[in-house]
């Protein structure tokens, strides 16, 4: 047991990291870790689930901490979290529901065609890479606060990789800077991580056996406890790296670690 949650410390300062730097609130680190141990432990007809109910788990955490260290940075919009947040965390509760009732192999193969989707859009089409000099920066309409807030929910928890991955490069493509839209995806993948942990924790009926066998509904607890011991103190410290990186190496980073996410759900396979 001290060796998993040594292992699970050590993704959890990459976790913490990613978290800071990219609004990921983890999960696109967790979801390829949680697999990956799952799929050894012989347990892969639920290793997807498990992931995304684990990830959502841990954001809760990582995101309030994330979000509380850019609000005192004053890196934090008010006036684009609400009613943004409110619609993706009716979009998180159906989108947790739909993902107990999926078959794993399909989870998993919606996990990464949405990785490739996002990582192909994010280069094609124009606004995410770079900013134009002295473009202003434009306005969430109603149409897009209620339908794009209820889509990104859904996905998110769908996912278990908070609202990051098409808050980001919806906020980029407002013409905010990318340390903007990072800082910002925290607080909006608070009620993600909210609404679907508490779906995958009651998912189990019967809460003895999942406790008795380390979980809390498909959550894992003991890599929950791990990977928090390793991101807090990492959100801790990261936070002063915030703004420090080039706008445009920010966005290329961004792409990058989908990347690098995408090629390792590609590889990590169920026997």
Known sequence: MLAALLTFAAFGILTGLTTVLFGFGGGFVIVPVIYAVTVASGSGD????VAVATSTAV????????SLAHWRSGRLRTDLL??????????????AIIA??????VLHVLFIAYLAITIVDSLVRRGFISRQPGAPERRLGPATTRLGGLGIGAVASFLGVGGSI?????????????ATSAAMANPLSVPVSIVGAAVYALAVPEAAAPLASGRLGYIDLLATAGLLAGSLPTIAVAKRLVGKMPDRVHAIAFIALLVVVLVSMLVIRPD
């Open 82 to 95: 609400f009613p943004l947040a409110a619609y993706i965390g009716v979009g998180a509760l159906v989108g």
């Open 59 to 66: 954001m809760i955490v990582n995101s309030l901490s994330a």
């Open 100 to 105: 107990t009732r999926v078959p794993d192999g």
């Open 166 to 178: 098409m808050t980001v490069p919806l906020l980029r493509r407002l013409g905010l800077p990318m």
């Open 46 to 49: 639920e290793a997807m689930l």
